[in-house]
């Protein structure tokens, strides 16, 4: 089955500045790739998310990249705000009825002032 | 629009008893709903999933009898938990995604429902 990497585990950045996060993939069929931001005691809120068919995909401030060769994609939180301190999840499924999310272990980010 | 609602937020039962968490689709009709367990910090492990209409799909290491699925339509899915136990102490959170060709992989998340057995 798929197996999904998350890095790092918790990130702690000034306000203003960039956070990444970095994720791998295992199973070479999946072509689904969302990332979920959870505040602590609330549901994953979808933030973004990328096919195989694109590379790179931007929404304001938070962007997502994919390399499909190496198997990893990577999101970005440009000039961060102390709203964005959550955990962020990225998945990985193929697309298709009987597809499922595989997670990571989740990034806990951290916005300090 | 996709939203998922969830019920109860939260219970406290105790040893033996059963309790019974819904998952419905508000705006739209989910053909399939997923149950996920998620424990303090962290990742949410996913248990099972749904069908309206069939059988759910238990993920290995989860037992069916124990923790029974029921999708009997389009925007409900229930989960049972069966003589629950203090390790069964969690917080147990649903989701659905669209059904229908083209309706994409994404999935929307209920806001959980914390279970905590005496």
């Known amino acids: 089955g798929e197996n999904v990497e998350q890095h790092p585990s918790t990130l702690s950045v000034q306000e203003g500045d960039s956070a990444v996060i970095k994720c791998t993939y295992s199973d070479s069929a999946s072509n689904y790739f969302p990332w979920y931001k959870q505040e602590l005691g609330k549901r994953p809120q979808l933030i973004i998310d990328i096919r195989s068919n694109v590379g790179e995909k931007k929404d304001q401030r938070i962007a997502v990249t994919l390399n499909k060769t190496a198997k990893h994609f990577s999101l970005h939180i440009t000039e961060t705000q102390p709203e964005d301190s959550a955990v962020y999840f990225c998945?990985?499924?193929?697309?298709?009825?009987?597809?499922?999310?595989?997670f990571g272990t989740g990034t806990r980010l951290q916005v300090t002032l | 629009g996709a939203v998922v609602s969830q019920h109860p937020s939260w219970v406290i039962c105790k040893s033996g008893t059963s309790v019974k968490i819904e998952c419905r689709s508000l705006d739209f009709q989910a053909t399939t709903m997923f149950w996920y367990r998620q424990f303090p910090k962290q990742s949410l492990m996913l248990m099972a999933t749904s069908n309206e209409g069939s059988k759910a799909t238990y993920e290995q290491g989860v037992e069916k009898d124990k923790f029974l699925i029921n999708h009997a339509s389009l925007t409900l899915s229930t989960l049972t938990v069966t003589s629950a136990h203090p390790e069964d102490s969690s917080f147990y959170i649903c989701s659905a995604r669209e059904g229908g060709r083209g309706r994409g992989e994404t999935q929307y998340f209920g806001p959980g429902t914390r279970l905590l057995v005496l």
């Open positions: 998945a990985a499924s193929m697309t298709g009825t009987a597809s499922k999310l595989t």
